[in-house]
Nanobody
Framework: HLVESGGDLVQAGGSLRLSCKAP???????????MGWYRQASGKQRELVAT???????KYAESVRGRFTISRDNSRKTVYLQMNSLKPEDTAVYYC????????WGQGTQVTVAS
């Protein structure tokens, strides 16, 4: 259902742009869905870091607010996460899903931030 990409190894202070494609979701389902980016650091629970509604209202976890920007392209059934001013504590596997987490999870994309 969901295919994440764009993760990499970067230095602290760097930037990355993650993409999440939902090729198997039909447009009429994807467009109104509240989509979110989650992350799971090693040994920790998965956490929701950003969400975007169908009309592009956004919310962010306190830990990423002001540094991360979530966006979406409904014509491509794709959600993006622009990550700036990356910190070592942002190191995690990043996933996308609906805000209720009810879609089958993808494999995620690894983001590693070196200090």
């Amino acid at each position: 259902h969901l295919v994440e990409s764009g993760g990499d190894l970067v230095q602290a202070g760097g930037s990355l742009r993650l993409s999440c494609k939902a090729p198997r979701m039909i447009t009429s389902t994807f467009n109104p869905a509240i989509m979110g980016w989650y992350r799971q650091a090693s040994g920790k629970q998965r956490e929701l870091v950003a969400t975007i509604t169908g009309d592009r209202s956004t919310k962010y976890a306190e830990s990423v607010r002001g540094r991360f920007t979530i966006s979406r392209d409904n014509s491509r059934k794709t959600v993006y996460l622009q990550m700036n001013s990356l910190k070592p504590e942002d190191t995690a596997v990043y996933y996308c899903n609906r805000d209720d987490g009810e879609l089958p999870w993808g494999q995620g994309t690894q983001v590693t931030v070196a200090s």
